[in-house]
Each structure stands twice: as C-alpha cells, then as structure tokens.
C-alpha cells in the first residue's frame, strides 16, 4: 500500500474516476458538423476544426485573472487531493483494525450507495430557487473533511461504517454541483473554458494524492496521517470558498463605483 501499488489500487477498489473524456467528448459533440473538412493537427493528428476549437478554449488560461475562478480552482484542487484516499485505504485501514476482508469489503460498497444518494437528494434540494447551492457545497466539504480526519478514531466496523455513509454523502455535492457552480459563478458562456482547465488541475491532484499517503504509510507505517491529510486538504477546500461571496460583494460595489468615478472625471 505504499507509492507503487496506489494507482492500482484505485480501479481495484471501483473508485469514480473523473470524467474528463466525457465531458470532453461532449463537447465536441455538440460542435461537430458532418462533412467538415479535416486538418492536421501538430502535423501528424487529423482532428476537426470543431474539435481543435473546443480545446482551445478549454485551455484558454486568460480565465486564470478572474479571482472567483481562482479560488474555485484552488478548492478543487486540495478536494482532488484528497478525494481518493478513502476510496483507496479505508479498506487497508479496517484490516489493520483485524476485521474480516468481508467487512471491510463492505465499506466501499457504502461509500458508493452513500454517494448515490448523496448525489440524488443534493441535486435534488440544490435545484430549488430558495436554497444557496454554493453553501451546500461548502457546508458539504467542510463536513466531508473534518469526518476524514477523524477517521482515525474510528475502532470498529460501525464507526467506520458510519464514516463511510458522511464521506459518500457529503462528497456527492463535489461530484454533482461542480458545474453547477461555475455556472452559478461565472455564467454559462464561460463554463466550457472553466470545466476544462478544471479538470486539467482536478487531474493533475489525482495523481498527487494517493502516492502522498503511501508515502506517508511508508514512514509512519499507519494509515492515520493519509487520513489526515485527505481530510485536511478536503475541509480546507470547502472553507476556502467561503470567501467567494464576500469577494463577490466587493467586486460589485467596484463596479458600481466606476460609472460614477468615469462621471466625475469627464464633469
């Protein structure tokens, strides 16, 4: 369970897996015109005009100016990096605890109808027009990475069993409100750029995750400071976007000074 074996461990163990490819596809789909003319790209692969137009602006990092996005960034960031950790050594965790390979197996088909649900209920409850969809967000972070690091006191089947259930539900607002948000932040017109360099960030913490707690298993020879810092990471990115609004409200009044500095000027 130390830095080789992680990756591996991670589809072995059903982990969800980002859908970059998916959404990229998506995209492309929704530009793609048949009979278009196709050209080389890099000048060796053949891809559309439609195509080569959606990861440009996917990749388009002038988005990175916008204080609001970075933020957002910055959240998704520390939550990518600590969103496979449980999937990957809750189970190692519980067998350390001596319970049976049946149990502990049990746990990740917890976190799963957990986060099932979790989508299904805050999908369904961030829809209505009165509820704050970014405060469910945040709240459901916070509350998924301060459940995380207490994961150590956890002694027995029930108590991790009861972990399982918080993680799975309360990640489910990371896994089905993140594009809602951008939305809600920066406007539709905006998210194919923002989702994209999203997910570059979202896949690049992946990768650096899972290899930080096996190293930190490697030292410490115990699964509680991978937990730990999985929870650390998770609860600081939902703590982090508590600052959005208050940016937002300060960006507004900016805005509405300037139309009367401009008056003043040309007066």
Known sequence: PGLTPSGFHLLRCGAPVHPVLVALILAIITRFHPFQEETKCCGCITCSKETRDTFAEMMNFSLLKDMVFVIFSVSNFCTSIGFNVPYLYVVAYAETLKLTKTDASYLIATIG??????????????????????????????????????????????????YCCVFGFTIGAY???????????????????????????????????PPIGGWMYD??????????????????SGLVMFAIPPLQRLQARKLERKPHTEHLALS
Do not use: E
Request: hydrophobic share 55%; proline share 3%; glycine share 8%.
């Open 113 to 162: 109808v957990a986060n099932t649900v979790g989508r299904i209920i805050l999908g369904y409850i961030s829809d209505k027009p009165w509820v704050n969809r970014l405060l469910v967000y945040n709240v459901c972070l916070t509350a998924c990475g301060i459940s995380t690091a207490m994961v150590p006191l956890c002694h027995d089947f029930q108590t991790l069993a009861f």
């Open 175 to 209: 896994v089905g409100l993140t594009s809602v948000i951008l939305v809600d932040l920066l406007g539709l017109d905006k998210l194919t750029n923002a989702f994209g360099l999203l997910l570059l960030f979202q896949g690049i913490a992946s990768f650096i995750g």
């Open 219 to 236: 030292l410490t020879d115990s699964y509680a400071p991978a937990f730990l810092m999985a929870g650390l990471m998770i609860a600081i």
